[in-house]
């Protein structure tokens, strides 16, 4: 079974800090991970991609300086650490992995076949 599952979402003050992780079963664990979210009313976009050996990462403008991606391997598991947060980093994030082979991190979620049923995160001002 492929499968993602995100968890961590949560109600967080501006400026405060949450962690979400996202843990894969079966095939799901691919070598480029990535988040993506969606604000109500807006379409999904781009957060933040990684490489298998996590040499690489690459972030929307948004959360540059924010939020950091990393993954553990041997847990099959991908992490988006959000700090600073503001209330427009409120929405339904998502975690998805590119097919197996695929190494680029592209910011295109049409890219990305498999993904989790989402987190909600919302922030307050």
């Known amino acids: 079974q ?5 968890s961590g979402g949560g109600l967080v003050q ?21 988040w ?8 999904r976009e781009f957060v933040a991609a990684i490489s298998w050996s996590s040499a690489n990462t690459r972030y929307a403008e948004p959360v540059k300086g924010r939020f950091t991606i990393s993954r553990d391997n041997a847990k099959a598991t991908v992490y988006l650490q959000m700090n600073s947060v503001k209330p427009e980093d409120t929405g339904v994030y998502y975690c ?14 049409r890219e990305y076949d498999t993904w989790g049923q989402g987190t909600q995160v919302t922030v307050s001002s």
């Open 96 to 109: 998805a992995g590119r097919p197996s082979g695929r190494v680029g991190l592209t910011t295109d979620l």
């Open 2 to 6: 492929v499968q993602l599952v995100e």
């Open 14 to 34: 501006t400026g405060g800090s949450l962690r979400l992780s996202c843990v894969a079963s079966g095939r799901a664990f691919r070598d480029v991970m990535g």
């Open 36 to 43: 993506f979210r969606q604000a109500p009313g807006k379409e």
